[in-house]
């Protein structure tokens, strides 16, 4: 493993324009490297925000994401996102963008944009008493003595990858479910995320757009982690396998600028667990509170007693 980096998330929200083949626009852009079968669905919902935004010209903000996971993607391959310009409205505007892989369609969702008003404003409170980051340990603090197997589906791969290869420092808030469920399986908890070093400038996107487009990339890493806590299911379980279904992202109001180069608190919790499927509830939260984006994902999990 390499110096950690947060050129990840900016390297997977680098688009090349094509030529559209269904839609009105389209781009290309590569997923990620990691250690699992396919490709991590935040390549795809950052993407897709990425695509979706370079449509949008007149100054108007990304308030949500509803997307729909239907066929896994390769790692390290070229996926192509199509934009339609359903609508562009005065005050409001919407787009449908597709990504297609291997000439099917992988992954789906309908982007708003709005232009803001004035208004009444309300935001849920930031849970209190999270200890603070520097008082927690990292991933890679946290796995550094721990080695591949003696029961686990760890490798040194997903170790590394869990350790530093994600763009973004992470420090759970009871602990992490890597290898065991560490603090118990109450139905949720709190993450500090940060990236490792300052994230990069993309071409053709703003700075609030590249924000808005890593909250995207980030939130999917963990939004399933308050599920496997109530089930004691960690990562690393023998048998388990997860995938993305849906999800479903607001946007409430912009970061500051700078604001995604340090800490954000990321609050999470169990919604339901039934019938192969879980649903997680997330919540971003600056520092001094200030609550940037809400999540819901529905995913399968999927646990057998055999190994994969």
Sequence with gaps: MTHPTSEVVTNALALEPVAA??????FTATTQPCPWPKAYGGDMVAQAAAAAMLTVTDGKTMHSMHSYFMRPVDIGAPVTYEVEVLRDGRGYATRQVRAFQNGKPAYTCLVGFAAGEDGGRYAASAPADVPAPDTLPSSAAYLADREPGDGST??????????????????????PVYLEVDGGSAPHQALWVKPFGALRPVDGLTDSQRDLAALAYVCDYTILEPVLRVLDLPWAQPGLVTASLDHAMWFHRPPAP??????????QEAVAADSGRGVGLGRFF???GEHLATVVQEGMIRATSGGH
């Design 154 to 175: 760890m490798t040194g791969e997903s170790k590394a990858y869990w350790s530093g290869g994600r763009s973004f420092d992470m420090r759970h808030v009871p602990g």
């Design 286 to 288: 600056t520092p001094d």
């Design 21 to 26: 083949q269904h839609f009105d626009v389209a």
């Design 258 to 267: 700078g604001a995604l180069d340090g800490w954000l608190l990321y609050a």
